[in-house]
């Protein structure tokens, strides 16, 4: 096998680290573990574009990125898409590769194949730490016809600056959100033994014995409390019950510290305040999943208010914390309507469901759904104060909280929407869903999923509109509803 590597001796051993089949010809260990339920429509972007374009993996950090590059590798060698002397895996995580511009790095591998003229693989993990790396991409797509390069990046700051114009149009993009509940289960090995596996409609459909909705109610748990972390969904013992919250807390302090805080802020921004960092770390760590706004950070953090805004705009950037906006309904002028903005942890809240990005089908042209939140309105159950809005309307204070998902009493899936001026919207017509809600299981004892549009965010109650999934999919442009179950399935009211 062919191994030798125009490189100084460290160099070449983290090389040889990061690509071990070009030794031994062998799929990596990451090749037979689960996938996620997006995989398949990556991998044949991949595979099937024509050398000369570069797919861009985006995402928060320790998402999976990595290991989908490592089964990405693993799928070309068991099906003999390239040679394991044409795929190269180069990780800026490592100083001894990070320092080099990624075209030395290209030229360095181009006299390691032992065959120049056919297509090769080049995969680039964490690319932003890479020196000008948004022109290398382009580069590469212009003038390196037989390179297929997937490029993954945590850090979004120069991504989204930059998607306008990248690579003249040959440069696709991807965003990886966490895991869904049906994968949760998945990985966990944790479907209902009496349901299909895999099947989340029949687990919808079916009447489960109370012993087994508890159990798929403490799975829901451990989902939320550790959706953002796929490593944490191998953890033993329920994360439902509490047994592995320590663990939790500090996978979580160990992904904002060590990988956000200490390496992608002082290299990403260029400052060298680490202990004004390490205290925003300490209050995001300690505030876990409640909402919190700048005015909050301030009260706890001592900081110019201008540095304090910049370093939550990066942390939203590399997706760690996500902000949303809450608007006063009871304003004539949509001008004033907006209050304040909010921010809640990207690790507790839900996952994206909708992905855009997919080259097929295509984004929504004009709005996109950025989230969902489960919102069960049932505070009988709650789940440890995972609440997501508090607002006052009528001179009551109504507040949403997250509750034990249960099957036989599907919640209201109520859609956030992102604004043309990227504000986002959550739950301020949720009293009015409820109310819906409750009319139509009055009415209709079929318990249908509903979904909230974009004239609800503003309007009145008389101003809501609840459509099918059929609808709601086909108004996005989504074909494969399949792989959206938790989201597209089971919508029975028409508007």
Request: charged residues 25%; aromatic residues 10%; proline residues 7%.
């Amino acid at each position: 096998m062919e191994t030798s590597f125009a490189y100084p001796l460290v160099r070449q051993r983290a090389f040889e680290y990061l690509n071990p089949w070009r030794a031994d010809g062998r799929p990596p260990p990451e090749h037979n573990e689960p996938r996620r339920l997006y995989y398949p429509s990556f991998a044949s972007w991949v595979f099937n574009s024509r050398p000369g374009w570069t797919t861009a993996l985006t995402g928060m950090q320790r998402i999976g990125k990595t290991q989908m590059l490592r089964q990405l590798v693993g799928d070309a060698l068991a099906q003999g898409i390239y040679t394991p002397g044409q795929i190269v895996l180069l990780s800026a995580r490592n100083y001894d590769i990070r320092k080099r511009c990624i075209m030395e790095h290209v030229r360095a591998c181009q006299d390691t194949l032992v065959n120049p003229d056919k297509d090769w693989l080049l995969l680039l993990d964490e690319v932003q730490f890479f020196e000008d790396w948004e022109a290398r991409l382009k580069n590469i797509a212009d003038h390196e016809p037989r390179i297929k390069c997937v490029a993954a990046c945590s850090a979004a700051t120069a991504l989204k600056k930059t998607r306008a114009d990248s690579g003249l149009g040959r440069i696709q993009w991807f965003h990886m959100p966490p895991p869904l509940f049906c994968e949760y289960l998945e990985f966990r090995n944790a479907w209902p033994s009496r349901l299909p596996r895999g099947d989340f409609d029949a687990m919808v459909q079916a009447r489960l014995p109370a012993a087994e909705l508890a159990e798929l109610n403490k799975e829901f748990t451990g989902y939320i409390q550790s959706g953002a972390f796929p490593e944490l969904l191998f953890e033993k013992g329920n994360l439902g019950d509490g047994s592995d919250d320590e663990s939790a807390s500090s996978l979580l302090h160990r992904n904002l510290v060590i990988n956000i805080i200490d390496d992608s802020l002082p290299y990403l921004l260029g400052t060298s305040d680490i202990f004004l960092l390490h205290q925003l770390a300490m209050f995001l760590v300690k505030n876990g999943t409640h909402p919190f706004s700048q005015k909050d950070c301030l009260a706890k953090i001592k900081a110019a208010p201008a540095t304090l805004r910049r370093y939550l705009a990066f942390l939203e950037a590399v997706y760690f914390i996500r902000s949303f906006k809450k608007f006063d309904l009871s304003r004539r002028d949509p001008r004033h309507r907006h209050t304040h903005c909010k921010f809640i942890m990207e690790n507790c809240s839900i996952p994206a469901l909708v992905a855009a990005g997919f080259p097929d089908p295509p984004p929504p042209t004009e709005r996109e759904i950025e989230a969902v939140v489960l919102s069960q309105f049932d505070t009988s159950k709650p789940l440890d104060d995972f609440g997501y809005v508090s607002f006052r309307r009528q001179n009551r204070k109504v507040e949403i909280s997250l509750c034990h998902l249960d099957i036989r009493d599907w919640p209201i899936m109520l859609a956030a929407v992102k604004w043309r001026d990227d504000s986002q919207v959550f739950g301020q017509t949720a009293d009015d869903l409820a109310y819906l809600l409750g009319k139509w299981r009055r009415e209709d004892d079929k318990q249908p999923q509903c979904f909230c549009t974009s004239q609800s965010v503003y309007g009145e109650l008389g101003d809501v509109r609840i459509i099918p999934a059929a609808q709601f999919s086909a108004a996005l442009g989504m074909k494969r509803v399949a792989n959206y179950p938790m989201l597209l399935k089971r919508a029975q009211v028409s508007s």
